[in-house]
């Protein structure tokens, strides 16, 4: 009940911030989804990490405690607004027991994928 109300929060605030400051942007799925990658082709992403706003080192923990939790194999997606988060995350995959397989920069945030290894 509670993750409910606060994704509909957040999701409200996100709405509001992109008309403050004239930058819509479209709610993108939390959830596993199928997405095609530059130069891999398709992957399946189990998990989502939103990271807008958060400063060093909130998304490398919050990534290391989502890697706990999928199964070797699968792919994570960071979206995170912080370049330096952005520049620690391909170093820092090897001490993440996972591969880092691509960033893609859009317009307000950065997207990197990890997959987890055995």
């Known amino acids: 009940m509670l993750g409910e109300m606060g994704n509909l929060i957040r999701e ?4 509001w911030l992109g008309y ?9 799925s939390l959830m596993a989804h199928e997405e095609i990658l530059p130069g891999i082709g398709p992957v399946r992403v189990a ?10 080192p909130r998304p490398q923990l919050l990534t290391m405690k989502i890697l706990a939790m999928v199964d070797a194999g699968e792919v994570i997606e960071v979206v995170t607004d ?8 391909p170093s820092l995959a090897d001490t993440l027991v996972c591969s880092h397989l691509l960033t893609i920069r859009e ?9 987890k290894e055995a």
């Open 20 to 28: 403050l400051f004239k930058r819509p942007r479209e709610p993108r």
């Open 82 to 89: 912080n370049p330096a988060a952005v520049e620690t995350f």
């Open 47 to 56: 998990y989502v990490i939103d990271c807008m706003g958060a400063m060093c």
């Open 12 to 15: 409200r605030c996100v709405n």
């Open 107 to 115: 317009s307000d945030c950065w997207r990197l994928y990890l997959r």
